[in-house]
């Protein structure tokens, strides 16, 4: 059996934040293309770690036309032992449509794929009381589809996503009761998991808040608050925290984000790291660095 040592994870994160249309859209006289590169000290998502607590970087481009239509292609740098046999990153593309007024009343809709090229897990999805044997193991994908939302005004916005793919980042039975079963002390609560029978996480949401607060002409403060309500399996719930300073200097772009997530199982979020056990939910600075072109 090919055990999963790991999270089957977390979250999702800045998928609307990452297709909105710029403020001066509507003075571009058809579209415009801009490319971020980014460095951080960890890679995180809903405020939980994508690159193992190590850093990570990413690479956006963003197309964004005078009609409203947006579209978004990120790379990002993720641990394959958070997301078991990764070839190392991921990929993120978004689509969909902004408009309103970036100073006042603001919408969009759209609609995001996560492609995690290489990672899979083999967990059972089913576990005999009788003899104390898993059963009926399958191969589950962490690829994700996502319907999101925005409503926001003047520095508050505000995103609601719900999971359109048959699971959320593998969570599914054998992703959350077998990791659950593989690394609890007591199997109790795994058990429990498991007879309520073979479900998936179509249909979970997400939801985050953001409020920026202007400093100076260069420095801002962001609060962020968000929370994930994982369907048929109430142990992954999780809600995350942050404020941080966001300042532009010498072209670049600076942030530091105190982020403290708050998660409801903490086997869920911890991933086996050679003879260490490694939780990804801890409370960490975070430092960042981009740059736009």
Same mark, same amino acid.
């Given at each position: 059996m090919?055990?999963r040592?790991?999270?089957?994870?977390?979250?999702?994160?800045?998928l609307?934040g990452?297709?909105?249309?710029?403020?001066?859209?509507?003075?571009?006289a058809?579209?415009?293309?801009?490319?971020?590169?980014?460095?951080?000290?960890?890679q995180?998502?809903?405020?939980?770690s994508?690159?193992?607590?190590?850093?990570?970087?990413? !690479?956006a481009?963003?197309?964004?036309h005078?009609s409203?239509?947006?579209a978004? %292609?990120?790379?990002?740098t993720?641990?394959?032992?958070?997301?078991?046999?990764?070839?190392?990153?991921?990929?993120?593309? %978004?689509?969909?449509?902004?408009?309103?007024?970036?100073? &006042?009343w603001?919408?969009?809709?759209?609609?995001?794929?996560?492609l995690?090229?290489?990672?899979?897990?083999?967990?059972?999805?089913?576990?005999?009381?009788?003899t104390?044997?898993?059963?009926?193991?399958?191969?589950?994908k962490?690829?994700?589809?996502?319907?999101? !939302?925005?409503l926001?005004?003047?520095?508050?916005?505000?995103?609601? !996503?719900?999971v359109?793919?048959?699971?959320?980042?593998?969570?599914?039975?054998?992703?959350?009761?077998?990791?659950?079963?593989?690394?609890?002390?007591?199997?109790?609560?795994?058990?429990?998991?498991?007879?309520?029978?073979?479900?998936?996480?179509?249909?979970?949401?997400?939801?985050?808040?953001?409020?920026?607060?202007?400093?100076?002409?260069?420095?801002?403060?962001?609060? @962020?608050?968000?929370?994930?309500?994982?369907?048929?399996?109430?142990?992954?719930?999780?809600?995350?925290?942050?404020i &941080?300073?966001? @300042?532009?200097?010498?072209?670049?772009?600076?942030?530091?984000?105190?982020?403290m997530?708050?998660?409801?199982?903490?086997?869920?979020?911890?991933?086996?790291?050679?003879?260490?056990?490694?939780?990804?939910?801890g409370n960490? !600075?975070v430092?960042?660095?981009?740059?736009?072109?």
């Amino acid at each position: 059996m090919k055990k999963r040592p790991l999270v089957f994870l977390v979250s999702t994160g800045a998928l609307l934040g990452g297709i909105a249309i710029p403020a001066q859209a509507d003075e571009t006289a058809s579209y415009a293309v801009e490319t971020e590169v980014k460095l951080l000290s960890d890679q995180r998502t809903r405020g939980l770690s994508d690159s193992l607590n190590r850093p990570g970087a990413q !690479l956006a481009v963003q197309f964004a036309h005078e009609s409203g239509v947006i579209a978004l %292609a990120q790379l990002s740098t993720i641990s394959n032992k958070v997301y078991t046999g990764s070839d190392g990153y991921n990929v993120l593309l %978004a689509t969909g449509w902004r408009f309103g007024d970036p100073d &006042g009343w603001h919408y969009g809709v759209g609609v995001a794929s996560e492609l995690f090229p290489g990672a899979k897990f083999d967990a059972p999805y089913g576990f005999d009381a009788s003899t104390g044997t898993p059963t009926d193991f399958r191969t589950t994908k962490y690829n994700s589809t996502y319907a999101v !939302l925005e409503l926001g005004w003047g520095a508050l916005d505000a995103r609601i !996503l719900t999971v359109l793919s048959k699971n959320y980042r593998g969570a599914s039975t054998s992703g959350v009761c077998g990791q659950m079963l593989a690394l609890s002390a007591d199997p109790t609560k795994a058990l429990d998991c498991y007879a309520r029978g073979d479900h998936d996480s179509r249909g979970s949401w997400l939801a985050d808040l953001d409020y920026k607060i202007p400093l100076d002409d260069k420095t801002t403060l962001k609060l @962020h608050a968000g929370i994930q309500r994982i369907k048929n399996f109430k142990e992954a719930n999780a809600s995350d925290y942050s404020i &941080g300073v966001l @300042h532009k200097r010498w072209g670049f772009d600076w942030s530091a984000e105190y982020v403290m997530p708050k998660t409801r199982t903490r086997e869920l979020f911890q991933v086996v790291d050679g003879d260490k056990i490694r939780a990804v939910d801890g409370n960490r !600075l975070v430092l960042a660095v981009s740059r736009k072109f």
